[in-house]
C-alpha cells in the first residue's frame, strides 16, 4: 500500500515534488494521543521540514544507523505530501 501511494504520487507529479511549507506545530507523544486533553500552548513546537529531509539525507549518506525516530521524519515529510495542495 504504501508503495502504491508513492507511486500513484510520482504518477501525478513526477520525480520532484516540492512543499511550500517548511515549519509545522510538532505536538509531544503524551499530548499528541491524549484524546481527552487539548495540547497546552506551552507543548506546541516548531518542527521544520527542511530540517526532518536533511537528517535523513546526512543519516543515508553517512551510512548512519536508522532507528525508530526516522520513522518521525519519515512520517512528517509523508504528511506534507499527503496534504499538499492539489
Known amino acids: 500500500m504504501f508503495n502504491e501511494a508513492l507511486d500513484n504520487l ?3 507529479v513526477g520525480d520532484v515534488v516540492e512543499l511550500e511549507e ?3 506545530w510538532s ?4 499530548a499528541r494521543y491524549d484524546p481527552y486533553r487539548a495540547p497546552a500552548t506551552e507543548q506546541l513546537t516548531l518542527g ?7 537528517t535523513l ?3 543515508h549518506a553517512t551510512g548512519e544507523h536508522m532507528n525508530e525516530h526516522t520513522l518521525v521524519w519519515v512520517a512528517e515529510l509523508l504528511q506534507a505530501l499527503g496534504l499538499r495542495p492539489r
Open 57 to 59: 539525507k546526512r543519516m
Open 22 to 24: 517548511d515549519f509545522f
Open 48 to 54: 521544520q521540514l527542511t530540517s526532518s529531509w536533511n
Open 27 to 30: 505536538i509531544p507523544r503524551e
Open 10 to 12: 510520482e504518477e501525478r
